[in-house]
Each structure stands twice: as structure tokens, then as C-alpha cells.
């Protein structure tokens, strides 16, 4: 392991998260740096079924910790960003959750590590929704995939409910989030 003094090991994460402020969707994105791309630009035998949205990234020296690799901190903002991206394409941005009165909070995520990455490493982020009924909650499921070796180096899952913004409580879904937010089948 490297000989790092106690304030380098701790900047694993910091950089990326310093000085800006409350944790939004806006700088979220800043500090991800995920490029939209095509499902048709990466192969489909990689994904499990036909991913909704498939971002790109560039894994940065910032993203790694004491390790040298990329911190597991990171994947969860990774997932965030995918999530909050893919809802944008859907016409569905915190303005939108705002404006109706409703918006959707995390109530689970799973992270499984397969496989460490690196500074350098470029990875392929999907995203879809594997379970929605128009309850309160749905499930949306990731994937990132190492585009030298398409290999998976990460898989999860995050269980999202339904809110009403000014109460915070659970509510079932609007019809808008009910048609936007469709499960895979």
C-alpha cells in the first residue's frame, strides 16, 4: 500500500465532494463528468436486457482511494447521477418533482464490487427500471461495464419511493412518474 500522510488518504473522496455545497443533482453531474451515449454504441451482449440509458466516464485520479482504486463511495454518487440523468431524459428533473409536489428518495441501495478500476479506466454506466407497479416504490437497477475489457465491474440496485415533498411521507406514484419511470420487461 502506498505511504500516504493521513490528509492524502482522506482526499480519496473529498475532492470530489469540497467546497460545494449542498449535495444537488447539478453538482452531482459537475463532479461525474457522465456523457450520454447510445445503447447502440456499446455492444448488447454486455447488459442483461436493453439498458434505458447508458452514460460514459473517464474513472480521474480523485475517484481512488488509499488503494489506488476507485473509492466504493463513488459508484453510490455515480448511481445518483445516472438515475437523476436518466429521469431528465424522461422529462422528469427536481424542478418537475418540485413543481408537482412529489419527488422520489432513496430507501435502499445494494452495491456489488466485482471488479476494482482505475485511474484511467473508462466505463460504460446503464441504467433501467426493473420494477415498477405505480405503488409508492420502484426499483432501478446498474450496471458498469469496463469499456477496454467489457468487463462488469459493478452491479446494484436501488429501491426509490415516491414522496410528497412537503410532508416527506411515502405517496403512490403521480401517473406522470407511473409512465415515465416504466419497468423493463
Known sequence: ????????????????????????????????????????????????????????????PEHLDEFEHTNNTIYLVWMQAIAALHSRQLGLTFQDFVESGYGCVARQHHLEYKRPTFAGDTLWIATWISHNEGKADMTRQYQFVRESDHATVMQGHTQWVCIDMKTGRPKKQPSRFVEAYRAVN
Open 1 to 60: 500500500m502506498p505511504n500516504k500522510s493521513n490528509n492524502e488518504m482522506s482526499s480519496g473522496v473529498a475532492p470530489l465532494l469540497q467546497n460545494q455545497g449542498p449535495m444537488t443533482n447539478s453538482n452531482i453531474f459537475k463532479a461525474s463528468d457522465i456523457q450520454t451515449i447510445a445503447t447502440s454504441d456499446t455492444p448488447q451482449s454486455v447488459w442483461p436486457c436493453t439498458p434505458q440509458f447508458i452514460g460514459k466516464l473517464t474513472v480521474q
